[in-house]
């Protein structure tokens, strides 16, 4: 792939994301728990109140000069904060890049570019969960510095555990 362009995505690329948020559910076997309509996102990501960031890379399949230039992957992100560094830092909630664009460095681009929003937003860290099985992404990842801490666990609370926690 010869052209690689990231920009911001914005209300209009809405469509977009939410096949890229499909996409990334099929292939964590995960598409029937997507919910995500068109009307959230715009609301979510580009209302009022913005809960969270989306960059889009676009590219080309190959060199050809009248090969169009079309979305190729998708970075999810908002912030979060480091109570122990008093910064703020960046939390990658979904990578995508579509099959016929992997292995082209499309989400490393992406990844690169989050860093350096990260550094010039001055946040402390970057970081990221990885389904454990993704052994392929886990190894990219590791490949670029990122560093997996096993000592960790996600804690979630959802559904109807929500409504009985906040019933307390």
Not at 12 to 17: A, C, G, L
Not at 28 to 38: P, R, S, Y
Not at 120 to 135: F, G, I, M, P
Not at 146 to 160: C, T, Y
């Amino acid at each position: 792939m010869g052209f690689v362009e990231i920009r911001p995505a914005t209300s209009e690329d809405v469509p977009i994301i939410l096949d890229f948020i499909k996409g990334l559910a099929e292939y964590e076997k995960m598409l029937h728990e997507v919910v995500a309509t068109e009307d959230v996102l715009r609301e979510t990501l580009f209302g009022e109140h913005r809960y969270a960031e989306v960059i889009i890379a676009y590219g080309k399949r190959d060199d050809e000069k009248d090969t169009p230039i079309e979305p190729a992957g998708m970075a999810l992100f908002f912030h979060n904060f480091s109570t122990f560094m008093g910064r703020p830092g960046l939390y990658l909630e979904d990578l995508f890049v579509k099959s016929e664009f992997r292995g082209m460095g499309v989400g490393k681009r992406l990844l690169t570019q989050l860093a350096v929003i990260a550094k010039e937003r001055k946040c402390a860290r970057y970081e990221w969960v990885c389904l454990d099985w993704n052994k392929p992404s886990r190894e990219f990842y590791e490949a670029l510095g990122a560093k997996p801490l096993s000592e960790w666990i996600i804690h979630r609370v959802d559904g109807q555990s929500l409504d009985d926690l906040a019933a307390m």
